[in-house]
């Protein structure tokens, strides 16, 4: 298995550019998220699913988009990069239920110029 | 709303000597509590968790941590540190009511182990 995998690793933008971050799992994992890694901030939940077709939102949403149309696959679009969204950015996958815990992908290094 | 505190931004401690990472969280009701590693320019590794049962949880790695509910601590330990395991540590939880999908992690802690 390949896990949670995540492309691109890194990734330049001029504000107001869009862009998608790609995330994928072969583990058949119902639970997907998105967070971003800020230093001082430890990790903050973007959006996650708890299936395909279903998201909701986390603690920091604004400026992100997501869709689930597969199990495997959950991309996270950036509508209108900015500054403020240079980060490192982990997608994870669990199994459903309380009792598991969540596997990370490698992240994306965002920068927004 | 649920909250992880790590006091310590850095630990540090020599090849050898047992070491401590600390965490203190709250949430409503029972929490599940997990331990998280991440190496530079890579993902978090999951260590271990404490769900229910025992208070000392054994983990990856020679990893252990302690729940102490009056103190709502969930102490990370090794008996033994190694210069391999410099590194990023994070305490993450959840309590019992929140999905698999929405943990709330504390800010880290880097752990510097020198010989």
């Known amino acids: 298995n390949a896990g949670v995998t995540q492309t691109p690793k890194f990734q330049v933008l001029k504000t107001g550019q869009s862009m998608t971050l790609q995330c994928a799992q072969d583990?058949?994992?119902?639970?997907m998220s998105w967070y971003r890694q800020d230093p001082g901030m430890g990790l903050r939940l973007i959006h996650y699913?708890?299936?395909?077709?279903?998201?909701d939102q986390g603690e920091v949403p604004n400026g992100y988009n997501v869709s689930r149309s597969t199990t495997e696959d959950f991309p996270l679009r950036l509508l209108s990069a900015a500054p403020s969204q240079t980060s490192v950015y982990f997608c994870?996958?669990?199994?459903?239920?309380?009792?598991?815990?969540?596997?990370f992908g490698p992240g994306t290094r965002l920068t927004v110029t | 709303a649920q909250s992880v505190a790590q006091p310590e931004d850095q630990v540090n401690v020599a090849e050898g000597n047992p070491l401590t990472v600390k965490c203190t969280y709250s949430?409503?009701?029972?929490?599940?509590l997990f331990w998280y590693v991440q190496y530079p320019n890579r993902g978090l590794q999951f260590l271990l968790k404490?769900?229910?049962?025992?208070?000392l949880v054994k983990g990856s790695y020679g990893f252990e941590a302690e729940f102490n509910k009056s103190q709502t601590s969930f102490h990370l330990k090794k008996p033994s540190a190694l210069v391999s395991d410099s590194a990023l540590y994070f305490c993450?939880?959840?309590?019992?009511?929140?999905?698999?999908?929405?943990?709330?992690f504390g800010t880290g802690t880097r752990l510097q182990v020198t010989l």
């Open positions: 994870a996958s669990s199994t459903p239920g309380h009792l598991y815990e969540q596997y």
């Open positions: 583990m058949n994992h119902e639970y």
């Open positions: 699913s708890v299936g395909a077709g279903i998201t």
């Open positions: 949430v409503s009701g029972n929490p599940y």
């Open positions: 404490y769900i229910t049962g025992d208070n």
């Open positions: 993450a939880v959840r309590d019992k009511a929140g999905t698999a999908s929405k943990l709330t």
